[in-house]
């Protein structure tokens, strides 16, 4: 999976890693990834969909990913499996940054 989006140095946007679980997005993708062996990383899930894909955090089972023009997507990867769409905000600038404070997602 990580070969598959790394296959060439534009394909893999943004990676975050919790625990045993691996995060990534590309191409307007997220994939979810089991890292026990980082040697080999077993692809979990994926979901498609998710825009022009730049930046994303995940906290507390859910996955913050900011899309540029195609604004915010936030996704269920609770069960990485079977990542799911939760909700799409159309943001009214470009969404290209995001961090977590707390409860509060901020969107630059």
Known sequence: M?????????????????????????????????????????????????????????SDGVAYVASREDGLFIVDVNDPTKPSLLFHYYTVKLAIGLAIAGNVLFIA
């Open 2 to 58: 990580v070969q598959e989006l790394m296959q060439d140095a534009s394909t893999c946007m943004d990676i975050v890693v919790m625990g045993d679980r691996l995060y990534a997005i590309g191409k307007g993708r997220l994939y979810t990834a089991d890292i026990t062996d980082a040697s080999y990383p077993k692809k979990l899930g994926e979901l498609s969909g998710l825009g022009n894909t730049r930046q994303m955090v995940v």
